[in-house]
């Protein structure tokens, strides 16, 4: 929107720079004042729970027996560390979220390049199609997955028969490969879209010319891809990589509904809503809960720190 | 016009939901039922006893979620803030001891519970008390029966109409002639419910003295009883007798199962008789199949031993923190009467635990195996009665699933240790 106009002289550039940063300054201050009510919000909303979970963590406490409740110190995070539950619903949470985010992030590109070319007239038929399963509650995709994929109502049995390991009496959530199978088969078609979304985004913002001049030089479709797209789109792809990762370590919904956590598929929010919601055991559960969050800071961190993804940058502020 | 319009209609609304609110203090208090899921029989029951209170209370239903497991927990949130709006609920009995040792449910008067007891079956009275207390009100009962295909039983010599079967026998029985037996290998409440009428059926208990502090609790799973049981869980799961849908098989899929070809023997609950009815008069069912169904006693672990069919249902408990507690008594006294007992098991198909209702004829009529169910509620054993019961029931799901792993060497004794370290607060489910 603001158009750039080299200063004559240096003079001029002065003035500029002090009429900048006068404007800046409002700015700056109109930002806190639009950004302020917001801020306060999260901090009642998010930050106020947390301090809560962290505190009832450090006590045994269960909601029919609240005259039993004592001080455990750090006792309910022992219980859970020390415990082959946690660290099994950990590695099939991580399990889970690799495979969903790495074919998330191809099957996104491909169809945020299909959105970008698209033609004029198809486009927003496409991006509407695409997002569609992204619109889905995710307790209904579930249900939707499961229904199909049951023994007793399913129809992809009597479909996909044909193909070698799938009969009429193949029961998907028997064991545990097939279980997790339809779990991530489910995760990627609901949230695909997303990530393809902010793709697009990506995409969109590389610089035309590049892509031109990169062509004059006799540049293949592949070299332009990886010479001149994907670099000048990391910052987007990070972010796009972030966001999926975080959600999908949430994971909840597709568990919850299509196996309850048998065959070994149990996840780490899972293990949470066990313990606190089914149980009623309050400090062990937010002790679960304040380990799953400590899980996504720390993924966070990682993603900003060790991959330097700048979140202003993807937004195109910088 | 439309704006001036829009904001008369604003202001009356607005003027109505007022005096709704102010009309509560007026009239006769309003009762909130907790109701569980039904065909309508509980909001009719609820009408029908604020009739007959000739405006002394009005009773309204408010509806629980679907699931056991999710009532409770919905229940338990509500009565651990002391919610006042919960006058009567619609209790499932496993739940009963956890409520009560958590002071949610007000006190029974003795006069009112030697009433509510009277001519009731004993099965659903064991389920109602908590520490030889009658703490909630026995609404209605529900058992397990055996059911059978007449063609197969008979193919194996079998009459478990007048001889009793034993679990070997129909285990044999579906062998033979290829068929599937119909019983539940999920992993929910269903596994519990038959993990412990086995158990109970060899004469064993899951918790053998249940009203021990936490941390003293003992289990009753590494015996005879236990091993039977598991032997038996595994051998159908093992043998694949369960059919190829066994590990997530629940009451309703094992009725289709039991409906299809393959169908020979299942244990579950009365709904499944309606159910099939409504199956072949809706064209989906081979009308001959009906002709072909059988029922009997819960089939017996050991020859000649008495089985302990499952025993469920519902009773109403009254919620402590409610503001007109002796009309929730007056209320649930009437809920149960014997006439709504048999009103409700006609209409909804849920079997009455006072063993009058069953002489009503419009009963005989709809449960032509009605004498069996009263029978079979008289002989039924309770699940495990602690206030810990979804640990229980969960380390049991936990360990006795998938049903084709249950080994009677090995399951019994790792639920013994999980569920043992679980109530000490060492593990987590």
Known sequence: ?318 | MGRRSATLAVASLMVLGLAACGGGDDGPPTLTWYINPDDGGQAELAARCTDSADGAYRIETSLLPREASAQREQLARRLAANDSSIDLISLDPPFIPEFAEAGFLAEIPDDVADAVTENVVQGAIDGATWKDELVTVPFWANTQLLWYRKSVAEAAGLDPENEPVTWQQIIDAAAQQDKYLGVQGIRAEALTVWINALVASAGGEIITNPEADVADVQLGLESEAGQQAAEIIGTIGREGLGGPGFANEDENASMLLFQGDQGSFMVNWPFVWAATLAGVEAGNLDSGLVDDIGWAMYPSVAEGEEARPPYGGINLGIGAFGDHVDEALDAAQCIVSVENQAFYMVTNGNPASNTEAYDDPEVQKAFPMADLIRESLEQAGPRPQTPYYNEVSTGLQNTWHPPSSVQPDSTPEAATTLITEVLKGERLL
């Open chain 1, 1 to 318: 929107m603001t158009t750039t106009r080299v200063p004559d002289s240096a003079a001029e550039q002065e003035a500029v720079a002090a009429a900048l940063s006068d404007r800046a300054r409002a700015e700056r201050r109109l930002g806190w004042w639009l950004a302020g009510p917001a801020f306060v919000v999260m901090l009642l909303v998010t930050a106020y729970p947390i301090v809560q979970a962290f505190y009832d963590s450090l006590f045994q406490f269960r909601l029919t027996d609240p005259d039993a409740r004592e001080f455990n110190w750090l006792g309910n995070y022992w219980v859970v560390l020390t415990d082959s539950v946690w660290w099994q619903a950990v590695g099939v949470t991580v399990l889970i979220t690799a495979i969903t985010v790495a074919v998330e992030a191809v099957l996104g590109f491909a169809l945020a390049l299909v959105m970008h070319r698209a033609l004029r007239t198809l486009r927003p038929v496409l991006r509407t199609a695409i997002l569609v399963p992204y619109a889905i509650i995710t307790v209904v995709s579930a249900f939707a997955w499961f229904y199909a994929f049951d023994i007793s109502t399913g129809f992809v049995n009597s479909w996909f028969d044909w193909l070698p390991g799938i009969g009429a009496d193949t029961n998907w959530f028997g064991e545990f490969s097939t279980s997790v199978t339809v779990i991530i088969a489910s995760e990627i078609w609901k949230t695909t879209p997303f990530i393809s979304l902010l793709l697009l985004a990506g995409l969109a913002q590389v610089p035309e010319d590049l892509q031109e001049a990169a062509k004059v030089d006799g540049a293949t479709w592949w070299q332009r891809m990886y010479k001149v797209t994907i670099p000048n789109m990391k910052a987007a792809i990070m972010v796009a990589l972030l966001f999926r990762t975080l959600d999908a370590f949430r994971i909840f919904d597709n568990v919850f509904i299509m196996t309850q956590g048998s065959n070994n598929t149990e996840v780490v929010s899972f293990l949470a809503y066990r313990q606190t919601i089914s149980r009623l055991e309050i400090g062990l559960g937010s002790a679960v809960s304040v380990l799953l969050f400590l899980c996504v800071v720390l993924i966070s961190f990682t993603f900003i720190k060790l991959f330097k993804v700048d979140l202003a940058s993807a937004r195109g502020e910088r």
